[in-house]
């Protein structure tokens, strides 16, 4: 998925989460073929991500971090 702001770069396979996360799905991740760049715990945050499926289903989620967190579309 492109980067939000510009240059709205695009780093296919790239997948940044904490280190926090447990290890066994790290190397699934890893196993998978995700390139993981690991953050500190509890700084990655403020998260939402949204797509649309092939019949026109919207589907959206934000992180409950903060809540400063909304996903929404139309």
Known sequence: MPASFYPRSWEPGHL???????????DELAARG???????PWTVGRLTAARRDADGLLRAAATPRLMQAYAIGR
Do not use: G, Q, Y
């Open 16 to 26: 940044m989460i904490e280190s926090s996360a447990p290890t066994a799905t790290l």
């Open 34 to 40: 995700h390139k993981l760049e690991l953050a500190r």
